[in-house]
Every structure is written in structure tokens, then in C-alpha cells.
Nanobody, 125 residues
Framework: QVQLVESGGGLVQAGDSLRLSCVAS????????MAWFRQAPGKEREFVAA????????YYTDSVKGRFSISRDKAKNTVYLQMNSLKPEDTAAYYC??????????????????WGQGTPVTVSS
């Protein structure tokens, strides 16, 4: 089992920045991709960004490219999501996920075995 704990969410204004953190514990050697997903009220959970634990390859959904950046600190078993130039449409609960997805399925929620409890991000206009 792998446990994931997110932090860093909050209420900000449009144009502000936030950094989310996800600390992994347990059998972390069993996963090789860490990702962030988000879910707005009344909408499906959607992919935001992912990073491979070993090689550091990154993936982003188009709507956040150039604004968000995912990184990892292997010594701390922590993944970060730096979010800049936030927009009201970024408002959602943000979830950390861990798993072993095939590269072409990196964007699919079904490829991830472990999930955090979520941290809320609200961006006011």
C-alpha cells in the first residue's frame, strides 16, 4: 500500500500562485508515476499533470501548459505542483495519485491505484 497526503490548497485571486505538495509513504517503490488530477463540482475528475519517479518525465494537460509545473523530490518522497497565473476555471479539488500506468494511459484515472484525500483550490475573479 501507498499513502498519499496532499497539502497547499487555498483561496486565491486570479493571477496568483499556489504550490501543492503530495507526500508519499509506504511501498513507494511499487509505483513509478505520480500525478495530479482535479475535480470541479459537478464535473468528472480530470488529468492535470504527471511525472515519472525515476526519469522525471513530465506530462501536462493543454489547459495548464506554461502555467503549472510538476516536480519531485525523491529524498522527501514528495511531488509538487507549482501553479502560476491561476484562473477561476482552475477551481477544483486537487488529488494526488500514484500508479504504474502505461505511458499512453498516463492521463487516465483508471491507471492509478492510490489516491490522496484531495486539497481544495478556489480561484476568485
Amino acid at each position: 500500500q501507498v499513502q498519499l497526503v496532499e497539502s497547499g490548497g487555498g483561496l486565491v485571486q486570479a493571477g496568483d500562485s499556489l504550490r501543492l505538495s503530495c507526500v508519499a509513504s509506504g511501498r513507494t517503490f511499487t509505483v513509478y508515476t505520480m500525478a495530479w488530477f482535479r475535480q470541479a463540482p459537478g464535473k468528472e475528475r480530470e488529468f492535470v499533470a504527471a511525472i515519472t519517479w525515476t526519469g522525471g518525465m513530465t506530462y501536462y494537460t493543454d489547459s495548464v501548459k506554461g502555467r503549472f509545473s510538476i516536480s519531485r523530490d525523491k529524498a522527501k518522497n514528495t511531488v509538487y505542483l507549482q501553479m502560476n497565473s491561476l484562473k477561476p476555471e482552475d477551481t477544483a479539488a486537487y488529488y494526488c495519485a500514484a500508479g504504474r500506468p502505461l505511458e499512453r494511459y498516463t492521463y487516465s484515472t483508471r491507471q492509478y491505484d492510490y489516491w490522496g484525500q484531495g486539497t481544495p483550490v478556489t480561484v476568485s475573479s
